[in-house]
């Protein structure tokens, strides 16, 4: 399977099925066994977390709240990039990195537009196929009326060397090259920030859920990841992350340099930045005043978010503390919210129908329809879940796990924080070349062993080789939305290069840094737990010809 998700010889989601298959031919799982790891209450979890993003996208929540950003952060450049890095990063810990991205490139693009017209794309059309090829490998799941957009203000047929508006026609080489730093900088930074913002939150990304179905089939008593954990350890880190690589591309643009505080603007750049200006406070006016519905979304997303926050935060007692322990999981608080979108009204109910015997039985339209559900989640993420689930479970049951923890001694003698440090690295550059589902589920049965064997809490490799998955910035097949940006036409693949290797450098110090700090405290990372040595115990009393018959099966 982790062959088959690499190369994508099959479709993905067809690949999360093979255990589905091959465990029962091989004698390795029953199916009925198998078949249960692709709805356990994570799924769940997630697909509430989808369904949420659909209703926030029907009503175009998320582009009001983009624009109110982008209005506070004001039109400089490097205020704008800021602007949208924090707008993207914030909805990608609500919707996926996909969607995120999708959702932000067209504002960007109108933006953008505003400020210098028609950017100039020479030496970029020979690209062509290659971005085109970038999209189909990842298999985008977007939002069609934004994607069209962007299509839509593409000019497949103009030539090469697109004529700029006449009071933007550059005097200068180099102001001529200010504006296509710009350009870089605001589309690179999209995409960059929504895979970071992912990491934020259980439901942001795929591998941070794999990592609690896999901490529930390796440990089934560890408890100490939940929404509300998991949240006060990686948001620190998310803005973290995000303040250095907003200045770091920032500086690398144009957007900030030490000369640009004190020269004085000119008077084409004020301009430009007065028409940005205008051209967000229109769209922010052509939105209208603020539904019924998309206040209903809202106050349902923020119950949303704090139900989960609070559940079980660690630190203090959560109201699942009222209920029989055990009993509620984040995955029964997600679907208990979302399932109000469905009967919920989209507009507002007047008292005077109650009391109206004569007034017309018209059906009302509620948040979300199913049919809407249905065609704007994205299902095959599911199976994805599932089948890294499935494959988890397999291991453990065949006693693969075991035969890998007994490969591991020479790294026995391996320092923890050099581990974490190796680890993260190693992470992060094969996730440049497949994608994170795959990585992470190949890695994460491998750090569980090896965590074991190093006597170190089975979290503190386990974590930094989940977030690692995301921190994949150099290539624009590495993730989804680095095709999208990739495929807009602005962007060289030398750009994602020289951009994203000092990303991916500073996300691995900064991981290494926040594990050896405040993960500390909060996952008690300083002692071995009681459930990772029953773990160790079930391993060693597994019957040594077990693994042995497994791979003699194999």
Same mark, same amino acid.
């Given at each position: 399977?982790?062959?088959y $998700? ?9 690949t ?14 029953p ?7 692709y ?50 990063s914030?909805?990608?810990?609500w ?5 995120s ?21 020479k ?7 290659? +971005? ?14 934004e ?8 000019? +497949?047929d103009?030539?090469?060397? #697109? ?6 026609q ?7 090259? =200010?504006?296509?730093?710009? $350009? ?9 920030? #929504?895979s970071?913002?992912g990491?934020a ?18 440990f089934?008593?560890?408890?100490v ?8 350890f #990686?948001f ?10 907003w200045? $770091?591309?920032?500086?690398? =643009? ?11 603007k000119s008077?084409?750049?004020?301009d ?37 926050? /609070? ?21 029964v ?13 989209s ?12 007034a017309p ?9 199913? +049919? ?5 989640v ?23 796990s075991a ?24 992470v992060a550059?094969?996730?440049e ?10 890695f994460l ?9 190093l ?14 998955c ?5 290539l624009?097949? /590495?993730?989804?939305?680095n /095709?999208i ?16 290797l ?6 691995v ?8 700090? $405040? ?13 990772a ?11 040594s010809?077990?693994a042995?018959?497994t791979?003699?099966?194999?």
């Amino acid at each position: 399977m982790a062959v088959y $998700w690499c190369t994508e010889a099959l479709p993905l989601s067809v690949t999360a099925l093979l255990p589905i298959i091959l465990f029962p031919f091989l004698g390795i799982l029953p199916s009925n066994k198998v078949c249960a790891q692709y709805f356990l209450d994570t799924n769940f979890l997630f697909l509430s977390g989808l369904i949420m993003a659909s209703a926030i996208e029907e009503w175009n929540l998320h582009r009001r709240i983009a624009l109110k950003v982008l209005m506070l952060t004001g039109v400089q450049p490097a205020r704008l990039i800021l602007g949208m890095m924090v707008t993207t990063s914030f909805l990608s810990m609500w919707l996926s990195n996909t969607a995120s991205t999708a959702m932000m490139l067209p504002i960007a693009s109108a933006i953008l537009k505003s400020l210098f017209g028609q950017e100039v794309r020479k030496d970029l059309s020979w690209e062509s196929e290659e +971005k085109a090829a970038a999209v189909r490998k990842n298999g985008l799941h977007t939002v069609p009326t934004e994607m069209q957009f962007i299509a839509g203000t593409e000019d +497949k047929d103009c030539p090469e060397e #697109a004529e700029a508006p006449t009071d933007l026609q550059a005097n200068s080489k180099k102001e001529e090259e =200010y504006r296509r730093n710009i $350009w870089k900088g605001f589309l690179i930074s999209i995409p960059y920030s #929504a895979s970071i913002g992912g990491t934020a939150t259980l439901t942001g990304t795929a591998p941070n859920l794999i990592l609690l179905g896999q901490l529930k089939s390796f440990f089934p008593q560890c408890d100490v990841v939940n929404f509300g954990s998991w949240f006060i350890f #990686a948001f620190p880190l998310m803005l973290m992350f995000l303040l250095v690589a907003w200045l $770091w591309i920032s500086f690398l =643009y144009g957007g900030i340099t030490l000369r640009g505080w004190r020269k004085k603007k000119s008077e084409i750049r004020s301009d430009a930045e007065n028409r940005a200006r205008a051209m967000i406070q229109e769209e922010f006016q052509n939105l209208g005043p603020i539904k019924f519905a998309e206040q209903a979304v809202f106050i349902l997303f923020c119950i949303f978010a704090i139900l989960l926050f /609070s559940r079980d935060p660690k630190f203090i007692p959560g109201w699942a503390s009222l209920f029989t322990p055990g009993f509620i999981s984040d995955a029964v608080t997600g679907v208990s919210i979302v399932t109000i979108l469905f009967f919920f009204p989209s507009q507002k109910p007047s008292l005077k129908w109650w009391f109206d015997f004569k007034a017309p039985n018209t059906e009302t339209e509620p948040l979300l329809t199913w +049919k809407k559900a249905q065609d704007t989640v994205p299902w095959n993420i599911i199976l994805l879940l599932g089948g890294g689930f499935a494959m988890a479970k397999g291991c453990e049951e065949s006693g693969l796990s075991a035969w890998i923890g007994g490969q591991l001694h020479p790294l026995e003698q391996v320092p923890p924080v050099l581990a974490v440090l190796l680890i993260t690295v190693v992470v992060a550059f094969f996730t440049e070349f497949a994608s994170n589902t795959a990585t992470i589920v190949i890695f994460l049965p491998v750090l569980a062993e090896l965590a074991i064997r190093l006597r170190v809490h089975p979290l503190y490799l386990m974590i930094p080789g989940t977030v690692g998955c995301s921190y994949a910035f150099m290539l624009p097949v /590495s993730t989804p939305p680095n /095709s999208i940006a990739f495929a807009s036409g602005h962007l060289l693949v030398k750009d994602m290069a020289r951009t994203g290797l000092l990303m991916n450098v500073m996300g691995v110090l900064l991981l290494s840094l926040a594990m050896n700090t $405040w993960a500390q405290t909060i996952f008690q990372l300083g002692t071995f737990p009681d459930w990772a040595n029953l773990h160790l115990t079930n391993v060693t009393a597994l019957p040594s010809t077990l693994a042995n018959d497994t791979f003699q099966t194999l």
